[in-house]
């Protein structure tokens, strides 16, 4: 099994940038993937960023492209999404989640563990 703790999150002003965090604890393989999520009230969750432990490839939705960056740290087991130009719609609970897979994936049903979420909230 494979914990996850985000960590980061809070109330932050538009055009902000915050760094969220995700510590995972237990086993984990070098061949999973990591991804954030994100989810606001009333709407589905939506995927917002993917790395591999081992690949240098980094996947982004369009909405958050240029503006947020994925990143690792594997002898921590942490991975981070560094959020700039944050706006009002940017708000929502901020999941970290891994797959046991090799291939990225944007579907939240492909991931195995999740973390409890982290509030991100902009003002506007």
């Known amino acids: 099994q494979v914990q996850l703790v985000e960590s980061g999150g809070g109330l932050v002003q538009t055009g902000g940038s915050p760094r969220l965090s995700c510590a995972a604890s237990?086993?984990?393989?070098?061949?999973?993937?990591m991804a954030w999520f994100r989810q606001a009230p009333g709407q589905e969750r939506e995927f917002v960023a993917a790395?591999?432990?081992?690949?240098?490839?980094?996947y982004y939705a369009d909405s958050v492209k240029g503006r947020f960056t994925i990143s690792r740290d594997n002898a921590k087991n942490t991975v981070y999404l560094q959020m700039n130009s944050l706006k009002p719609e940017d708000t929502a609970v901020y999941y970290c989640?891994?797959?046991?897979?090799?291939?990225?994936?944007?579907?939240?049903?492909?991931?195995?563990?999740w973390g409890q979420g982290t509030q991100v909230t902009v003002s506007s």
């Open positions: 989640a891994a797959a046991a897979i090799h291939y990225y994936t944007s579907t939240p049903r492909s991931y195995d563990y």
């Open positions: 237990g086993r984990t393989l070098s061949s999973m993937h």
């Open positions: 790395i591999h432990w081992n690949d240098i490839n980094t």
